[in-house]
């Protein structure tokens, strides 16, 4: 429990330091998920009322199947809309990918 | 232990809500938000460990449902209007 809540920390610090909104998709979504689960999976060891486990394990598992089909959401709403600095400076190959008629 | 795990969840809370305030962009906010959703959720863990009962366990069943669909409305609401 105190690992996931450290993990959860630093995947603050991750939000406030870093420069753009997909690198800091990227530190919520992968340190957030591993703490949460540490989270609720040392708490599912430490009570033992068989209605707090199986809280604490329908919570974990609905936020391991939601959280990258948010994550994914917020990422393509962002890619898609118009004025935002998104900081790929690089070689962009979904933009070469949306720019042959393929089905979106 | 325990006061390390609330110490840890509430720096992780100020990030989260520097974050949701000074965010550039609404996707940053909706990040904050994500974030801020999270430590209320591990904080309930956290508590009924601390005080032995799990009465407010099933509001993190809730919470997970609703974040994701608050989150998937916030999505759709960017991509049409944008900034």
Known sequence: MLAGSLLTLLAGIGVVRFTDVFVRMH?????????????????????????????????????????????????????????????????DELAEVRGTPADE | MIEGAYLALVLAAACFGYRMIQGPTMADRVVGLNGFVLVGMSSIAVHAVDTGRGAFLPVLVVLALVGFLGTAMVARYIESRGQ
């Open chain 1, 27 to 91: 530190a919520l979504s992968k340190a957030s998920t591993l703490g949460l689960l540490l989270v609720l999976v040392g708490a599912a060891l430490a009570l033992d009322h068989p209605n707090d486990i199986t809280s604490l394990m329908l919570a974990a598992v609905l936020h391991v199947v939601t959280s990258p089909i948010g994550n994914n959401l917020i990422a393509r709403a962002t890619y898609r809309a118009e004025g935002i600095p998104t900081g790929i400076d690089t070689v």
